[in-house]
Every structure is written in C-alpha cells, then in structure tokens.
C-alpha cells in the first residue's frame, strides 16, 4: 500500500506534546511517549495506592546477580515496555479497582483492554469467584503383569495410602496439600493424576518436586513394586492446551460477569449491545462448525482427501492469551503458562431488557504471587502496583486478571465490530503510541480525522471498490502509476 494512501488517514502530529499531560489522550493526538507523561502516570499509580510501590526497579540497569537464581548461561535481558489499564472487581477475593500491569510490545493491545475495562468500570465492576484451584502431577507405574498392575491400582486406591501421600508430600513441601488422588490401569500399566493445592505458587515444581518424593517413600508400603515408573507422561497438562481442563481445571479456576446497560455500551463503544451479542454468537458457530467439520485438501500431486480436525475444543475466547500473556510477562511468571491459562469460553449475550451480559470462565490459569520470578525486583514493582490483599492472594490475583482478560474481550469484539481495530493498526504501525492514563475516566478517543477521510475514500469508490474503510483499488493502481512514471522520469 503507497505511503502517500496511508498519510492521508494520518492525522497531523500536534505541537504542544504536553497538552494532554495528566489526562487521557488518545493514539491520534498524541504520537510520543514525553518523559513528563511516564512520570505522570507513575505518579498516578503510586497515589491510587498510597504512594506503598517504589517503581525504580523498573529502570534498573542489568545485573548479573540479580538473576542467578532465574537464568543459566545469562548474557543480558530484553526490556519490554510496561502499560497500565485499572479494572473495577466485586470478587470473593478482590474487591475495589485494581491497576493492571501490562508488559507487551505490541501496539493497542493495552488501549483496547483499557477501552474494555473502562465501559466495565461504568457498569459498576466484574463480578467474580474462584471455583477451585488444584495443579496436577501425572506419574505412570509400569509393572511385569496385569494381574500386578491391577492389584497396585487396588492399593493406590485405598484411603491409607492417600492419607500416606498427603502427609509424605506435606513433609517435603509444606504448600503441597494433596486433595485427590485418581488411577486407572491400561494393560501393564497405571496410569494416575496427583492433585495439589500449592498454596499463593503457581505449583508445576512444588506439584513435581512433592510427587516425586512422597511416592518414593511410600512405594516402600506397596504389595508389589513397579519394574519402573515416570513422574509424568503429559497426562497433567503442563503447558498444554486440552478439552480435559474446561472440566477438570488446572490452576485456578475463575469465572465472572458484567452486565452492561446498553446506553453505556453505544456510549463507550459506538457498537450496541445486539451487534455484540450478535457478533459472540455468530462466532461461537462458526467456531464449532470449524472444530468438528471435516476439511478437504488437495493438491496437483495428490488426490483429494479428507482430514477431520475435531482436535481444537479448549474453549473459544478472543484475545485472552494477549492479555495473559502481558500480564505473565509483567510479573515474573512463566510466559509458556498461557498456553493452558487461556484456555477458556467468553460469552456475549443480551438480558431480557437488551442489556448486554458478558460472561468469562478461565478454568486453567497458572499464576502464582511467590516463587520463580515474582522476586525480581521489576517484576515484583508490577505485583505491587496491583495491590492484592495479604490473605488468598492467589486467588485474588486470578480474579483481577479476569477482569482484565474480559475487558479486553469487550474492547476488541467492539473494534472489530466497527472496524476500528483495522483502521488504527494502519494509523500506528509506524508510529510509537501514547498509552493513556489507566484511570478508567475517559477512552482511547475516535480518530475522527482519519475516519472522515476514510469515510470520504469509501465515498468516492464505487461499492465494489470499498474495503472497511482502505482505498480503492483503482485509487492505489493510479498512485502506483504516478509514482512508476516518476522513477522512470529519473
């Protein structure tokens, strides 16, 4: 696409840079990030709690020692720049309005959440609860026989031996609580699934490290002994997306609602309540006919065939993993976590008054408050600047970042819906944003400047020419035109 197409939707950079200085601005007026902007938008975090969070170690230079302990063969680090949006939750956990951290290199993610998040904000909050929170360990037993490998599941099975697990597992790591205990037996083989309740830790080492050593001591107890055994084979889902966790969970399992009266909705969003429930149950369908429809391919080479692809039924949300991801990423935790932790359902629907409903289940999302790397000194600034109560930490920490994950579901199903997504891509993609105040008081504003000439483009064009908002075709053919006959001038 000719750079000339592009300045057109473009708008003109303002003069005074400081004049949205303390307030929100929006990606058109403002296309720098000032240092007297960052400075007041840590002003503003450390006053919305109490000015408790020093933010130095967000600028702190490397340090070999700093990480010692998270790193092998250490050569540096990569810096990622930090955003902020604050989400109002009504939790069994977290309650009041919490700013969100979140470190991403990648443009409008944080204004869509943020725009989301404000429209949830206006609504009064997210309500939320935490379902459960379990991690589970997987081991498999491997024995000479089938007689022996059913009379090991027997045992495995029997309320002495999981009491000894529990109380093994305790006594090496006091955050392992063992709470269930299942086993079932293929051939000569038994295969089982340990389930912990790690305490304020995610829980995949602590979960690992307790099987490990409580199984050793207690196989001592066995009527036979296994010829061998693994501590996992993949049944527990580390780091992996599967149908299993929508039932059984992994983590901690949240879910949440807001209900948005639709006023507010075309007030904040320009989209009304029915396009948006439209919108999430036209994509529910097509997701389901896409998981379970069998796919024809074929090539030159080959015959036509058939592939069934009804292997991808964890769950449909929109942009989930964007959001956790960023938030993986801000406070310390591993960023491979999102692979399970977004898997989950976001749901639109309208009330019997045309309200909109939006409902968010997470049932598989792996983050923690201690251990691994929330002791950094960066990554602990930004759990510090979320502000989670001292007690079930954990599990308040998953119902703020639901808040979160279901204001950018808002945020970017309303984009699309609109096109604006598209249209301020293409305005940004060479610019650096500014990210705005994450003080849910007012939104990314609409760039009115470039709609308009989109607006006026799409009019010139003949209705087959126009495409959301882009050139026509024959407008970008006659720009190319000119400027090959340009070079060819030279």
């Not at 065939?305 to 960023?326: K, P």
């Not at 599990?395 to 699309?416: D, H, N, Y």
């Amino acid at each position: 696409m000719p750079s000339k197409f592009i300045n057109k939707l473009r708008p003109k950079k303002k003069k005074d840079k400081d004049k949205h200085r303390g307030s929100m601005t929006s990606l058109a007026e403002t296309q720098t990030q000032t240092p007297s902007e960052v400075e007041t938008r840590k002003e503003y975090i450390e006053a919305s709690i109490l000015s408790k969070v020093n933010l130095d170690p967000l600028n702190e230079k490397d340090d070999s020692n700093t990480f010692k302990s998270n790193i092998e063969n250490y050569i540096g680090t990569v810096k990622v720049p930090v955003g902020a949006v604050q989400v109002q939750v009504n939790g069994s956990h977290a309650n009041g309005k919490y700013t969100v951290p979140l470190a991403t290199t990648e443009t409008s993610l944080v204004g869509t959440c943020n725009r989301g998040c404000q429209l949830i904000n206006m609504c009064g909050g997210v309500e939320s609860v935490v379902i459960k929170k379990q991690v589970q360990s997987a081991p498999i037993f491997h024995f000479e026989s089938i007689r022996l490998a059913v009379k090991f599941n027997e045992w495995l099975g029997l309320p002495a031996t999981f009491e000894s697990v529990k109380t093994n597992a305790i006594a090496v790591v006091e955050e392992a609580v063992l709470v269930k205990l299942e086993h079932s037996v293929h051939g000569n083989c038994v295969y089982s699934r340990w389930y912990f309740d790690t305490g304020e830790a995610v829980g995949q080492n602590i979960s690992t490290y307790a099987t490990k050593e409580a199984m050793e001591s207690i196989l001592k107890e066995a009527p036979v002994q296994p010829s061998s055994w693994d501590l996992d084979v993949g049944l527990a889902r580390n780091r992996q997306a599967a149908t299993s966790l929508m039932i059984d969970g992994r983590g901690v399992y949240v879910t949440g609602e807001v209900v948005c009266p639709k006023e507010k909705v075309e007030e904040i969003l320009h989209v009304s309540a029915e396009k948006l429930a439209s919108f999430s149950r036209e994509s529910r369908t097509w997701q389901l006919i896409s998981h379970t429809a069998v796919l024809g391919f074929s090539s030159s080479k080959a015959p036509s065939h058939t592939v069934s692809s009804n292997i991808h039924l964890e769950g449909s949300t929109y942009q989930s993993a964007r959001v956790i991801a960023a938030i993986l990423v801000a406070s310390g935790l591993d960023a491979a976590a999102v692979v399970e932790s977004h898997v989950g359902i976001s749901d639109m629907k309208l009330t019997k008054n045309g309200d909109l409903r939006v409902i968010v289940t997470l049932p598989s999302l792996m983050i923690g408050t201690t251990g691994g790397g929330t002791k950094l000194p960066s990554q602990q600034a930004c759990l510090q600047i979320i502000d989670l109560p001292e007690e079930k930490s954990r599990e308040a920490f998953a119902e703020v970042v639901l808040a979160a994950v279901l204001g950018g579901e808002i945020g970017m199903c309303a984009a699309m819906i609109s096109h604006h997504f598209v249209n301020k891509k293409k305005r940004t993609e060479s610019e650096t944003p500014s990210t705005s105040l994450p003080n849910g008081n007012s939104v990314i504003e609409e760039d009115k400047a470039g709609e308009a000439a989109a607006e006026k483009l799409n009019g010139d064009a003949t209705p087959s020419e126009q495409v959301n908002g882009d050139s026509a075709p024959g407008e970008v053919k006659e720009e190319t035109k000119k400027e090959d006959k340009k070079d060819q001038s030279n």
